[in-house]
């Protein structure tokens, strides 16, 4: 976090507020609305009880018949019963709402998945920004979620003082038939409630200022520490080599050095900054309520009300003073949470600057989709050299292509930009001549079937895994399956396609291996049946030996679509129709394996004679 943010003005941490609410109201606006019809009433069922009970009180003292003293008992027990009703069916109807966490996670969810560029995703320094703001809201329910919570105190607070300054204005009314002198007569003049107004406007300031200006930097540490605890506990728990080299005893002996410094440097500051609140806030509680009781007590005296309405002011009283503290108990929080806001809209703010075009892919059943690169060089964010050159390619449809080429040469990079995952800093990728930024880019990405080198399965049903759906065709899934070579494993398990994999979604899920697991994302890759199908490197966990067979039966497989491999095992490139030779992000050569590994000068024939001895 930025140094200025000790120093934010409070319209900065008014706008951060009223943006937060904006966000809530449009991801959870049924949340907002029944917390709000909450607040009202149960702020409003003590003020009904209270204003009905100094009415029979008064009635009392008045000498009012039997049977207006028993109708007024029977609404208020008939009131407080409703009240009650409704009470409890609004805190069923809140506690169905309460899915704050899963509507912001969901959130997050959807920026990750539609609205952040991938230069976004591949920077660690927004991975960085993301787990911070998953630990403080995990770990500390701050952001967005604190702002939920803040709300209803918030609310309740306000709404608790309307109802109690409603209850209490007829206490500022005047006897004009009684000579008084001395402190009744000034109690009995109008300007003495300007004076009490005026008193509880300076408890109300005292306290918003003493908030906003002794706030420490308690949460900017909090805030850290917990960032630096959570990856101790995640190396201790979830790190092989932390078991491997027995440094457990160390992770423990930096989480205890960690928590030290937090008690240290953050909590002695917090104690200090709440003693002065509390001093400040506690001073001017107890001045404003003596004042207070002595304005009502005095007012009872010269017979401005009756003795029901004692009762009824000293409790609007009590509740009003309890809410101006609730509502500077918010306004704390509010200021307190407003740094981890900033974070949250900082990472909902990434840009998403790339042109989608509007123009339609026109749908082929004989998947004819030309694709050229013309011309493309392509620079990293943040990176001053290129990691493609000047390349120029044009696909034949129906091709089977290999990528070789040392780490770093470019052959991934190619694969980015064919995606559209980003785009050329120099040069064009065209689609049937059209630059592909003027296409729609979810029809456009729905020409490639893709398995990166970091593919992942997840935590589903073997189903869900292969068809990235909830709703699936299961004969098509087990074809895929049976065409990658694991058909027989699952075909014989007792769920079938719903069989879980893994166990970190459902407890009988079944485990399996990592090339299984490369099995798996390569039948995903068939179930989209797309035009393309793009293998970076998916078979790395497999041998050679099988790398090959799957390699050839994918040749099977494709049939009319284009294919591409890349993989740093050379045999599996005897299978390609053409081979294409990436170095320092160039293409150098190009040919089948019989041609390029006779240029004894390429750069093929090297890489292939490093890992001949291991093909002989």
């Known amino acids: 976090m930025t140094k200025n943010k000790n120093h934010r003005s409070l319209k900065t941490d ?28 149960q702020q409003f069922a003590p003020y009904f009880t209270l204003y009905l009970s100094a009415e029979i009180i008064n009635q009392l003292t008045t000498g009012a018949s039997l049977r207006t003293l028993l109708t007024l008992a029977l609404v208020t027990v008939t009131g407080q019963l409703l009240l009650n009703v409704a009470l409890h069916l609004l805190a069923r109807k809140t506690e169905e709402t309460e899915s704050i966490n899963f509507d912001l996670n969901e959130l997050y969810m959807l920026k990750v998945g539609c609205r952040m560029q991938y230069k976004h995703l591949e920077s660690p320094d927004t991975a960085l920004l993301r787990q911070k703001i998953r630990n403080f809201s995990n770990f500390g329910g701050h952001g967005l979620s604190r702002l939920f919570w803040c709300y209803q105190e918030l609310f309740g607070a306000i709404a608790n003082i309307i109802f109690s300054v409603s209850l209490t204005m007829s206490l500022f009314r005047t006897v004009s038939n009684v000579r008084l002198t001395g402190f009744p007569a000034f109690v009995n003049h109008p300007l003495s409630a300007l004076v009490l107004l005026a008193l509880i406007g300076l408890n109300i300031a005292a306290e918003m200022i003493s908030i906003y200006r002794l706030y420490p930097k308690h949460t900017r540490l909090w805030s850290s520490f ?65 004042v207070l009781y002595l304005y009502i007590g005095a007012k009872a005296y010269i017979g401005t009300f009756g003795v029901g309405n004692f009762f009824l002011y000293t409790g609007s009283v009590d509740r009003f003073l309890k809410a101006v503290s609730d509502f500077g108990s918010s306004i704390s929080n509010f200021r307190q949470n407003n740094d981890y806001l900033m974070e949250v809209f900082r990472y909902l703010d990434l840009p998403d600057d790339m042109y989608r075009g509007t123009l339609s892919v026109e749908k082929r059943e004989d998947n004819k989709f030309e694709i050229e690169f013309r011309n493309v060089s392509f620079r ?17 449809i129906g091709e089977r292509l290999a990528f070789v080429g040392m780490n770093g040469s470019g052959k991934t990079t190619f694969v980015k930009l064919l995606c559209r995952l980003y785009d050329p800093t120099e040069g064009h990728i065209l689609l049937k001549g059209i630059d592909i930024s003027k296409y729609n880019y979810d029809e456009y990405i729905k020409l490639f079937s893709v398995v990166f080198q970091d593919y992942f399965t997840f935590a589903f049903s073997l189903g869900e895994n292969v068809s990235a759906k909830q709703d699936y065709d299961a004969e098509k ?117 019989d041609q390029l590994v006779t240029d004894t000068a390429g750069k093929y024939y090297e890489l292939w004679n490093a890992q001949a001895q291991y093909y002989t």
Not at 385 to 396: D, G, T
Not at 533 to 551: G, H, R
């Open 380 to 396: 990293y964010p943040g990176s001053e050299s290129f990691a493609l050159k000047n390349v120029s390619f044009k696909f034949r």
């Open 477 to 593: 899934v087990w074809s895929c399956l049976n065409k990658v070579g694991v058909w027989d494993k699952f075909s014989k398990t007792e769920r079938g396609l719903e069989t879980p994999l893994g166990t970190g979604y459902q407890n009988d899920g079944v485990e399996i291996s990592g090339g299984e697991a490369q099995r798996i994302a390569l039948a995903r890759a068939l179930y989209k049946d797309a035009p393309y199908i793009i293998l970076d490197e998916p078979t790395a966990a497999l041998d050679p030996i099988a790398e090959a067979e799957v390699y050839s039966k994918f040749n099977e497989i494709v049939e009319n679509k284009t294919a591409i491999y890349i993989s740093h095992r050379l045999s599996s490139c005897r299978l390609a129709d053409k081979i294409l030779v990436f170095h320092d992000g160039e293409i150098v050569q190009q040919g089948n394996h």
């Open 226 to 290: 917990n960032l630096r605890f959570s990856r101790c506990l995640k190396y201790s728990e979830y790190n092989a080599d932390v078991t491997v080299l027995g440094a457990v005893g160390l992770c423990i002996e930096r989480c205890r050095r960690t928590l030290l410094d937090y008690n240290n440097e953050c909590m002695r500051e917090s104690f200090k900054i709440s003693a002065k609140l509390s001093f400040i806030g506690k001073t001017m509680e107890t001045i404003t309520n003596l």
């Open 14 to 41: 008014l706008g951060l507020i009223l943006r937060g609410y904006r966000v809530l109201y449009e991801v959870c606006p049924q949340n907002i609305i029944w917390t709000t019809v909450n607040c009202i009433a």
